[in-house]
T-cell receptor, first 111, second 116 residues
Framework: DQQVKQNSPSLSVQEGRISILNCDYTNSMFDYFLWYKKYPAEGPTFLISISSIKDKNEDGRFTVFLNKSAKHLSLHIVPSQPGDSAVYFCAASGGGNKLTFGTGTQLKVEL | KAGVTQTPRYLIKTRGQQVTLSCSPISGHRSVSWYQQTPGQGLQFLFEYFSETQRNKGNFPGRFSGRQFSNSRSEMNVSTLELGDSALYLC???????????????FGSGTRLTVV
């Protein structure tokens, strides 16, 4: 049972444009949501998080939006840069329990 | 400050063999979790350890086991290897389980296991 879903396995965006990565979840007990970025041959690195009491969190070029009623979150990257090309995982947790990850979205930023 | 260290980085084993993977967390981190990454499946949770106790276990067969030592270092073992066990095994550490769930983990670079 995939409680965290990333329905787009890949996304291609031109440099300078906005990248929007989406994530849906089914467990209403989740109260923290995180995004990780992963390059090949490296472990995932933490990017940005959001608590369920907020609907937006911003950090530089990265903004995460949370829509609790729709059980949906998204990561916006503006402007996209070639170095942003990586696999992006969303993850969720609730009640201090383990992180549950989505299946990832491969972002390719083209020149 | 050293990051999460996983050894070995690469491993090739034959079906039926067993394997032990090692993880040294960041100094001071007491929570260690293991994940399996395969194409199309994302990161699948294996185990979580805190203070030498297994807190959570994922939906993997009993061939997958782990432990944590008093210095917080952790090992995971896979017995009777199958071709489908080929994957990247990632270890992640955090100060504690609550911090892990709320603020995320720090991941190691992983061990790439290939079963032939």
């Amino acid at each position: 049972d995939q409680q965290v879903k990333q329905n787009s396995p890949s996304l291609s965006v031109q440099e300078g444009r906005i990248s929007i990565l989406n994530c849906d979840y089914t467990n209403s007990m989740f109260d923290y949501f995180l995004w990780y970025k992963k390059y090949p041959a490296e472990g995932p690195t933490f990017l940005i998080s959001i608590s369920s009491i907020k609907d937006k969190n911003e950090d530089g070029r990265f903004t995460v939006f949370l829509n609790k009623s729709a059980k949906h979150l998204s990561l916006h990257i503006v402007p996209s840069q070639p170095g942003d090309s990586a696999v992006y995982f969303c993850a969720a947790s609730g009640g201090g329990n383990k992180l549950t990850f989505g299946t990832g979205t491969q972002l390719k930023v083209e020149l | 400050k050293a990051g999460v260290t996983q050894t070995p980085r690469y491993l090739i084993k034959t079906r039926g063999q067993q394997v032990t993977l090692s993880c040294s967390p960041i100094s001071g981190h007491r929570s260690v979790s293991w994940y399996q990454q395969t194409p199309g499946q994302g990161l699948q949770f294996l185990f979580e350890y805190f203070s030498e106790t297994q807190r959570n276990k994922g939906n993997f067969p009993g061939r997958f086991s782990g432990r944590q030592f008093s210095n917080s270092r952790s090992e995971m073992n896979v017995s009777t290897l199958e071709l489908g066990d080929s994957a990247l095994y990632l270890c992640a550490s955090s100060l504690g389980p609550v911090e892990a769930a709320n603020y995320g983990y720090t991941f190691g670079s992983g061990t790439r296991l290939t079963v032939v």
